[in-house]
């Protein structure tokens, strides 16, 4: 497939699934709400261009250089992994209802329970409020602990999230590498 989906690749995308990238003892298993319609037809995950996951990601100082969606398996390598809360594809994260985001936090928290990754790192606010029942929940660590895994909120990398700037979405990154590294070295 080329790089580019065309429409009716997006049109069948609708509804799919993205095969997590995961393993065990990661250091930080980054979650996205659920996979837009580009990320389903290409089967990777923050794949839309403008979507700013990856440049947060290497601002952040989580990568040495900027990754590429086609590159997302090599995250395995450097401790990192990629999941979302709501499986399925959908055109915008509005679609999908209160009780699949609830229900997806099930899902998220017994994945967690077995990957037991050190840090579960949920890239949207909104969503982590609604699925995790924490309507006060702020960018950040989280008092939270699911097991022995710690949990931190990002801000929604979309291109769509116009509160946040790029910077400042390398900043919050940063933020959650140093803690994650600081976890490591104890």
């Known amino acids: 497939m080329s790089t580019r989906p065309t429409k009716d690749q997006l049109a069948a995308a609708h509804n799919a699934t993205i095969t997590d990238v995961i393993a065990h003892g990661l250091d930080v298993l980054f979650c996205g709400i659920n996979p837009g319609l580009y990320s389903g037809a290409l089967g990777q995950h923050f794949a839309r261009p403008g979507n700013r996951f990856w440049p947060a990601l290497h ?9 590429k969606p086609s590159e997302q398996d090599q995250l395995l390598d450097l401790r990192l992994g990629i999941t979302n809360v709501v499986a ?3 055109a915008r994260a509005d679609e999908l209802s209160d009780d699949e985001l609830r229900e997806g936090g099930k899902l998220l928290v017994a994945k967690v329970l077995e990957y037991r990754p ?3 790192a949920v890239v ?3 969503a982590y409020r609604t699925a995790f029942g924490l309507p006060k929940a702020r960018v950040g660590p989280q008092e939270q602990l699911i097991g022995d895994t710690r949990v931190w909120v990002l801000p929604n990398p979309s291109g769509l999230n116009a509160h946040w700037t790029p910077a400042g979405l390398g900043v919050e990154f940063g933020r959650l590498r140093a803690a994650s590294e600081d976890c490591r070295n104890r």
């Open 118 to 120: 050190r840090w579960l």
């Open 124 to 126: 949207g606010i909104t």
């Open 59 to 67: 601002a952040g100082g989580f990568t040495s250089r900027l990754y």
């Open 88 to 90: 399925r594809t959908t």
